[in-house]
C-alpha cells in the first residue's frame, strides 16, 4: 500500500474494504462510515440505540489508530428519514466530542446500504505528530498523604468521596478493578451486545440523592420499561415470566 496504513480491528480484516487508512506522509486518518452494530452485524431497531453504537464504532478506530477525539477534524452523518424538528443525534454527538467542535456534515438519506441501519458517521481526523522518546527521569520515591483513605470506587465509596472533598479533606479512592461502578460489571455477551450484571433502576421519588448525581454529571438516563413481563432466570437456568 506504499505510505498509506491500513486500520484494522480484530473482526474487521476479511472484509473487503478498512475500517480507517492513515497515510504516513500527513499523518491523516480516513474513517469509514460507522453504522449502529454489534460486532455480529446486528442493529438494533431503535435509532438512539445505533447512534450509540455508530459513535462506540467510531470511538474504537480512532483508539486503534492512537487517535483522540479532539484530533478529528470533519465529522460527516448520514440520517435515514432525518426529521429537523427531532434532531436526536445532536445530544450523543454533543456528549461524544465534550467540546471539540470539527467542520460536520450532516446528509438526509431515504436508505443506507442495509434497510436495518438509520445511522452511519465518517470522519477525518489529523493525528498528533510522533513525538521523539525523552530520557526517563531519575526514579524517586514518591509520597502522598491524604486525610483518608477509601477502599472501593462503588458509589458508597465516589459519594464518601465527593462528600470530603466538599467538607476540605483529602482522600484517595482505590479500586482494585480497570473501572468504577461498584456491583454494576458489564459483560459481553456471544451475540456482541452489552449487558450489565447487578445494575438495578432508580428514580426521582424515593432516591433523590442519586437521581441528583446522575443529572449533575450528566449520564444518560433512559425510561424503564414498564410494559409486559419481567424474565426472571435463577441459578438453575430456568425461566419464569412476572407482572
Known amino acids: 500500500m506504499g505510505n498509506v496504513k491500513t486500520v484494522d480491528l480484530e ?9 480507517g487508512t492513515l497515510s504516513s506522509a500527513s499523518r491523516v486518518l480516513q ?20 447512534i450509540h453504537l455508530a ?19 470533519k465529522l460527516t452523518v448520514y440520517v435515514v428519514n432525518y426529521d429537523a424538528a427531532n434532531r436526536k443525534h445532536t445530544r450523543h454527538i454533543q456528549k461524544f466530542l465534550r467540546g471539540h467542535r470539527p467542520a460536520m456534515t ?10 436495518q441501519w438509520l445511522f452511519e458517521i465518517d470522519a477525518t481526523v489529523a493525528l498528533p505528530p ?24 462503588g458509589l458508597a465509596g465516589l459519594t464518601a468521596a465527593h462528600e470530603l472533598i466538599r467538607a476540605g479533606l483529602s482522600c484517595i479512592v482505590l479500586e482494585a478493578r480497570d473501572r468504577i461502578g461498584g456491583k454494576t460489571w458489564s459483560q459481553e ?20 440523592r442519586i ?14 420499561n414498564t410494559d409486559g413481563y419481567c424474565v426472571l432466570q435463577n441459578d438453575k437456568g430456568e425461566i419464569s415470566l412476572f407482572p
Do not use: C
Not at 473482526?11 to 475500517?19: D, I, L, V, W
Not at 437521581?211 to 424503564?224: F, N, P, T
Open 130 to 153: 510522533v513525538e521523539a522518546p525523552s530520557r526517563a527521569p531519575p526514579l524517586v520515591t514518591a509520597s502522598e498523604k491524604h486525610d483518608v483513605v477509601i477502599v472501593g470506587a
Open 189 to 208: 455477551l456471544p451475540s456482541g451486545g452489552i449487558i450489565d450484571l447487578g445494575a438495578a433502576w432508580i428514580n426521582d421519588t424515593n432516591q433523590s
Open 55 to 73: 459513535l462506540l464504532n467510531l470511538r474504537k478506530i480512532l483508539i486503534a489508530a492512537g487517535a483522540r477525539v479532539e484530533n478529528i477534524t
Open 31 to 50: 474513517v469509514s462510515g460507522q453504522v449502529g452494530s454489534a460486532k455480529d452485524g446486528t442493529a438494533p431497531a431503535d435509532y438512539e440505540s445505533q
Open 106 to 115: 450532516l446528509v438526509p438519506v431515504d436508505k443506507l446500504a442495509m434497510p
Open 211 to 224: 437521581i441528583a448525581l446522575a443529572r449533575k454529571y450528566g449520564a444518560d438516563l433512559i425510561e424503564q
Open 11 to 19: 473482526n474487521t480484516s476479511g472484509a473487503y474494504f478498512a475500517p
